[in-house]
Every structure is written in structure tokens, then in C-alpha cells.
């Protein structure tokens, strides 16, 4: 199994910022893509960006160049530094990861148990 623990949410005041992260643990053989999604209150679970091992990385379109996914591929950890933070940038923000198992061939996703982030206007 693959573990995902995150941290790094909280309270901030809106036009402030947060720096999420995530670490991956357990039998991994390689993780091939970390990221994170996130949930609004009465929204579905939506990309916020998310980052392959080569470094391509994908941002959801309402990020504008305020986030910034970033890996450090030897400790299977991930981060989201997010700033100029708005009232509607509050969600439940997931890490996600697609990753390979020594025992196994293929990949499986996986999911963190999530971190608050709420923004105050």
C-alpha cells in the first residue's frame, strides 16, 4: 500500500498565502504523478494542478499563475505553494498520486486524507 499524508492548510487572510505538503510513503517502486485536487463546500473535487516525474506539470484553469506545483522526486513528496489566495480558493485540498508498487506492474491512484484551507475575506 501507498500512504499520502499532507499538511500545511489553515486560516489566511485573503491575498495571503500557503505552502502545502505532501509525502508518499509505503512499498512504492516509483510514483509517477503527484498532485492535488481540491473540493469546495457543495462543489465537485476539481484539478488544482498536478506534476509528472519528468516535470510536466497541468494547473486547473482558475489557478492563473498564483500556485506553483513543485516535486522532490527522491522523497516522493509534493508541494502546492499557493498565493494571492481568495475567499473562493477555500476547499478540502486533496493529494493525489499515481504510483507503482514493487509488487506490482501497473499503476494505482491514491489519495490523501485531505487538509482544510480557509480563506477570510
Known amino acids: 500500500q501507498v500512504q499520502l499524508v499532507e499538511s500545511g492548510g489553515g486560516l489566511v487572510q485573503a491575498g495571503g498565502s500557503l505552502k502545502l505538503s505532501c509525502a508518499a510513503s509505503?512499498?512504492?517502486?516509483?510514483?509517477?504523478?503527484m498532485g492535488w485536487y481540491r473540493q469546495g463546500p457543495g462543489k465537485q473535487r476539481e484539478l488544482v494542478a498536478d506534476?509528472?516525474?519528468?516535470?510536466?506539470?497541468n494547473y486547473g484553469d482558475f489557478v492563473k499563475g498564483r500556485f506553483t506545483i513543485s516535486r522532490n522526486n527522491a522523497k516522493n513528496t509534493v508541494y502546492l505553494q499557493m498565493t494571492n489566495l481568495a475567499p473562493e480558493d477555500t476547499a478540502v485540498y486533496y493529494c493525489?498520486?499515481?504510483?507503482?508498487?514493487?509488487?506490482?506492474?501497473?499503476?494505482?491512484?491514491?489519495w490523501g486524507q485531505g487538509t482544510q484551507v480557509t480563506v477570510d475575506s
Open positions: 493525489n498520486a499515481n504510483a507503482i508498487e514493487i509488487t506490482d506492474t501497473m499503476g494505482s491512484t491514491y
Open positions: 509505503g512499498n512504492i517502486f516509483t510514483v509517477n504523478i
Open positions: 506534476m509528472h516525474k519528468d516535470g510536466t506539470t
